[in-house]
């Protein structure tokens, strides 16, 4: 008996294990209205519960015909044919909605986000494995939660909170996705907005994702789905462009400029994508539209048009430290992020093998590039207007380094230069001319010790002057030396500038006044030039009737007011100064000061 029993048992958690493997996640279809959820599985059976249509539901047990269901806390049966399955995605165009779903480059959620996804997006679901929809992603395969792909057969959602905007994180804040979880972000860091809530919106930076204060985040603009060239058929894109903003004053006021965009969906043009921005250039509404120019969709930015001062700030007395890594190698470059209650009084100071230490000042976050192994202890105070102080300490581990690399863009002013040698100088006072070449070697092709900075300033030693670097000699010799071509005479034609620039040319230039610099091609539009520059503070106070600029992720350019505004600006403790940078001049400006030619 006792047998029989124990057997029994035995089935019945077979069977139960069973069951339980059927069940997964579902969505309820139908053609308009709720379904009735039924105590049996029976059409005459007494409903517990309408469920709305689209709703999430969690599939427990699937039939031919009746399926039992969960939601809100209640079991009973639907229709299997108004359930829309996890598992029959498969080889299914749906449209996300009701939260930010978002594609992974691989099945984990640890995988970088290769691609968040909005109301208007098209997935296209090629399989479903562990848990996963593998989907196709403008010809890459994407990864995306089978439980946050709640899908459409049909049509985008057309919910207000869903969007998908680019910008920058405005000032230093703190991004949290669950109560125990907050990673600080640093002002400058690029901000991808899935999903507006309130006073705070869901935002991907790099391979993170979580909460961000709106008033932490300064949008740009449409994104990368504007840089599309706009449609040939339907109403043409002025009058496209006019019909929405006469439709959007009447609901929105405020905005003086309108810019107008293709929509892309990934696999092709959708519409028009028109932005609303105000005098400051900073965006406010948004309007998706038809090819005849209505206004099908739209979303109110407004919220991120004025950062809060106070945004990002912790309580009173309160400071955190955190750093890229404890433990480096020689020559690696170490990151690190203050946040406190209050936006002024920060000062660093490491002791170990080097030493350095800063005045106090507004500078939140920080690097450093050792050029000695070592322990080091880092102390970062902050002090307010009333005096309160605090401090945290950071013990710091340097390893001896391998063997140094060419970078893409070095930076002169990060103190790993200093008081390396340049004739009866050093790299870092007067080395910018030498970084240049380098930089320029590097994107010829050209590898090896040989172009490291040092070493080219051992090789070129001679045309160090009193005045500064001789740069016409020192890129006519470096021609001979390298194999590439150059001219005497400064260019200084727009036109003939842009033509050389078009055949892949690129110029040494004294960009302001001692100080030298790297063009190396031109925007789409041909108004703007890439320029890299190894220490480009000293093009920010020095440039005359212009600005250094910064490309948004909508395509347009705007004029940095601050160094911070460039993206993927550093600023060294041990220097004081700013590291190398990659941004934009206008070509009218590059032209009056004259460039060198170097043709690979």
């Known amino acids: 008996m006792k047998k029989m029993k124990a057997a029994f048992a035995l089935?019945?958690?077979?069977?139960?294990?069973?069951?339980?493997?059927?069940?997964?996640?579902?969505?309820?279809?139908?053609?308009?209205?709720?379904?009735?959820m039924r105590k049996k599985d029976s059409a005459k059976s007494t409903v517990v519960a309408e469920v709305p249509n689209h709703a999430p539901v969690e599939a427990v047990e699937i039939g031919d015909t009746w399926s039992k269901i969960t939601y809100k806390n209640k079991t009973g049966y639907v229709k299997t044919e108004f359930l829309l399955l996890s598992s029959a995605l498969a080889g299914k165009t749906v449209y996300p909605d009701g939260g930010?779903?978002?594609?992974?480059?691989?099945?984990?959620?640890?995988?970088?986000?290769?691609?968040?996804?909005?109301?208007d997006d098209v997935i296209r679901v090629s399989g479903v494995e562990d848990g996963w929809a593998v989907i196709d992603w403008t010809g890459r395969v994407g990864y995306v939660p089978l439980e946050s792909l709640l899908a459409q057969r049909a049509e985008p959602s057309g919910a207000l909170d869903w969007v998908t905007a680019y910008g920058t994180v405005a000032q230093d804040c703190v991004m949290t996705l669950t109560a125990a979880e907050s990673t600080p972000l640093a002002a400058g860091e690029a901000v991808?907005?899935?999903?507006?809530?309130?006073?705070?919106?869901?935002?991907?930076?790099?391979?993170?994702?979580?909460?961000?204060?709106?008033?932490?985040?300064?949008?740009?603009?449409?994104?990368?789905?504007?840089?599309?060239?706009?449609?040939?058929?339907?109403?043409?894109?002025?009058?496209a462009q006019e019909k929405a903003a006469a439709a959007l004053k009447k609901q929105f006021k405020g905005f003086s400029g309108q810019r107008l965009y293709c929509l892309v969906d990934g696999y092709g043009t959708a519409g028009y994508l028109c932005a609303f921005y105000n005098e400051e250039d900073r965006q406010l509404y948004r309007a998706v539209l038809?090819?005849?120019?209505?206004?099908?969709?739209?979303?109110?930015?407004?919220?991120?048009?004025?950062?809060?001062?106070?945004?990002g700030l912790l309580p009173?007395?309160?400071?955190?430290?955190?750093?890229?890594?404890?433990?480096?190698?020689?020559?690696e470059v170490l990151d690190?992020?203050?946040?406190?209650?209050?936006?002024?009084?920060?000062?660093?100071?490491?002791?170990?093998?080097?030493?350095?230490q800063t005045a106090p000042g507004a500078h939140f976050t920080a690097s450093w590039r050792p050029k000695a192994a070592g322990e080091y202890t880092l102390t970062v105070t902050v002090t307010d207007e009333n005096g309160l102080r605090q401090s945290r300490q950071r013990q710091i581990t340097v390893t001896p380094s391998g063997t140094a690399e060419p970078e893409a863009v070095y930076s002169q002013k990060d103190g790993w230069w200093l008081d390396k040698p340049y004739r009866n100088s050093t790299l870092d006072k007067s080395g910018c001319a030498i970084f240049t070449l380098s930089h320029a070697l590097a994107r010829m092709g050209h590898t090896g010790d040989s172009l490291l900075p040092e070493n080219l300033a051992k090789t070129f030693s001679l045309c160090l002057t009193p005045d500064g670097t001789n740069n016409e000699r020192l890129i006519r010799e470096a021609a001979a030396a390298f194999g590439f071509k150059t001219q005497g005479a400064l260019v200084t034609d727009m036109k003939q500038l842009e033509k050389m620039f078009e055949q892949g040319d690129m110029f040494s230039f004294s960009i302001a006044r001692g100080h030298i610099a790297l063009a190396v091609g031109l925007s789409e539009d041909g108004s703007m030039v890439r320029v890299v520059d190894s220490a480009p503070l000293a093009t920010f106070e020095r440039i005359v009737n212009d600005s250094l600029y910064y490309q948004t992720r909508g395509g347009g350019f705007r004029a940095a007011t601050r160094m911070e505004d460039i993206p993927d600006a550093r600023w060294y403790l041990d220097t004081d100064d700013y590291g190398g940078l990659e941004y934009w001049l206008r070509l009218s400006y590059v032209a009056r000061r004259g460039a060198r030619l170097i043709r690979p």
């Open 100 to 119: 930010s779903a978002m594609a992974y480059t691989a099945p984990s959620a640890d995988a970088a986000v290769l691609h968040p996804f909005n109301g």
């Open 290 to 311: 038809d090819s005849r120019g209505k206004a099908i969709r739209c979303a109110d930015f407004s919220a991120f048009a004025a950062p809060d001062p106070d945004a």
């Open 316 to 331: 009173e007395g309160q400071m955190e430290v955190t750093l890229s890594a404890d433990t480096l190698a020689v020559g």
């Open 11 to 36: 089935a019945v958690c077979i069977l139960c294990l069973g069951a339980a493997a059927l069940s997964e996640p579902a969505r309820v279809e139908t053609p308009g209205g709720p379904v009735n």
């Open 336 to 356: 690190i992020v203050t946040s406190a209650w209050t936006r002024d009084g920060v000062q660093y100071s490491l002791s170990g093998p080097v030493n350095a």
């Open 192 to 239: 991808t907005v899935t999903k507006i809530e309130g006073d705070r919106c869901l935002a991907i930076v790099g391979s993170r994702c979580g909460w961000v204060p709106v008033s932490a985040v300064r949008l740009d603009g449409p994104g990368e789905d504007g840089e599309a060239d706009l449609p040939q058929e339907g109403i043409g894109p002025q009058a």
